[in-house]
C-alpha cells in the first residue's frame, strides 16, 4: 500500500527565528504547500494524552517531510497547517520508518481562537 494513496495538499506556515522589533516579536514566515494525510487523533490516542489537553481540537498527519515543533530555545515558532479553515501548531514530528513506507507522524493542537494568524493567500474563509 502507498501512503501517497491518501494524501491531499494543505497549506504549512514554516517561521523562522523570532525577532524583536519596536517591542514586538515577529518571525518571517513563508507558506507552502505539502501533501499530508491528516486525520482528528481518535479516543484512544487523546486518552494517552496529559488531562488539560484533551479538550483541544488535535490533528495527526503524514508525510514524507519532517514538520518543526517551536523549539524556544532557538525562538522558532512551531510550523502551522491550515485544515478546514483555521491553524494548527505542531506539537511534534518523528521519523516512522520501521517499515518500507517510511514517513513522518506530526501532531497539531487547534490555537486558540484569539491567536489565529490571517488565513494563507488564495484561502476561502
Not at 22 to 40: C, E, I, K
Not at 44 to 55: C, I, T, Y
Not at 96 to 116: I, K, M
Request: with cysteine; glycine share 8%.
Amino acid at each position: 500500500m502507498n501512503i501517497g494513496l491518501f494524501k491531499k495538499p494543505y497549506v504549512v506556515r514554516r517561521h523562522g527565528k523570532q525577532a524583536i522589533t519596536a517591542g514586538y516579536a515577529s518571525a518571517p514566515y513563508d507558506d507552502m504547500v505539502q501533501t499530508l494525510n491528516v486525520q482528528r487523533l481518535n479516543p484512544d490516542e487523546l486518552q494517552a494524552k496529559p488531562e488539560g489537553s484533551r479538550s483541544v481540537a488535535m490533528l495527526k498527519s503524514f508525510g514524507h517531510e519532517r514538520l518543526t515543533a517551536a523549539n524556544d530555545y532557538d525562538g522558532v515558532p512551531a510550523d502551522l497547517l491550515y485544515y478546514r479553515g483555521l491553524w494548527y501548531e505542531c506539537t511534534s514530528s518523528f521519523l516512522l520508518d520501521n517499515t518500507p513506507l517510511g514517513h513522518y507522524r506530526s501532531e497539531f493542537a487547534l490555537l486558540p481562537e484569539c491567536d489565529q494568524p490571517k488565513p494563507p493567500k488564495g484561502a476561502s474563509v
